[in-house]
């Protein structure tokens, strides 16, 4: 598949660390950002701005925003939950500062998942987050959006296909940068997968880039964004490591790791601009900083 290319968003900073029982410095995480821009991360996911009582490893986002190095080839992402996040987003940019590049918007699609998550349901998420993706786009902040729960709910069980395609075709109306499907829980199959991106991309027609967010709770996250890569998606989240968990998805693990997306996709000739020996070494580093091995299975055999 010579000269295929896809972008690879790193969110371990954010979603890998998140769940994490032990608090992690600032400046750990710093070091951990500059490693991964040394393997060749160019969009990353720093942090979120969600409240410190409810993801206490997201407190210091400010500090952490604050000491990112001031790349023009890096593109820095927050997530937000609400207008508020927006606002603190764009308070990172104040007095001439470099602050986030873009805002990372998350709706759930279902309603006792979301309730717990940010204490919306569907109809009041859609709600706020149009108004969110507008709000960020008259202050000039660029912005995305997430589906979260698109493959099924740690609450209801299944997710109708029909019910995240609507949600995706009424968000499309705010123009956003991209739209992402996220298996937050990992119990998306291949099949799926290649099927609900198809559907995804005849719903969006071209005209907003697609983006697929896999966990690996069941060991299918790689095998999802293979099957979502010949249905069209160029963008994929990854973690180093495989880190990651939803502090409100019961018994959610770890989000695809970096170098196991890097490896496949290298195999079949798709280039990632990512140096997989680089990321391996930043995932031996990191494991120290941790005091365990992390969950990547090309790590572990390297």
Known sequence: MSGARIELVEVGPRDGLQNEPD???????????????????????VASFVHPVRVPQMADAEAVIAGLPDRKDCTYIGLVLNK?????????????????????????ASDTFGQKNQGQTIAEGLAETRAMLRFARAEGMRAQVTISAAFGCPFEGEVKHATVLA????????????????DTIGVGTPWEAGELFGKLGEVLGGKIPMRAHFHNTRGTGIANAWEAFKAGVH???????????????????????TEDLVYMMARSGVDTGIDLEAAIAANKWFAGELGRELPSAVARAA
């Open 23 to 45: 608090i992690i410095s600032t400046e750990v995480k710093l070091a951990l950002i500059d490693r991964m821009i040394g393997y060749g991360a160019r969009r990353l996911e």
């Open 84 to 108: 508020r996040g927006v606002m603190r987003a764009l308070a990172t940019r104040e007095e001439g500062r470099r602050g986030v590049d873009q805002v990372g918007c998350v709706i759930v």
């Open 167 to 182: 949600i995706a075709e009424e968000l499309a109306i705010e123009g956003p940068e991209e739209i992402a499907l996220a």
């Open 235 to 257: 963008i994929f989240d990854a973690s180093l490591g495989g880190l990651g968990g939803c502090p409100f998805a019961p018994r959610a693990t770890g989000n695809i790791a």
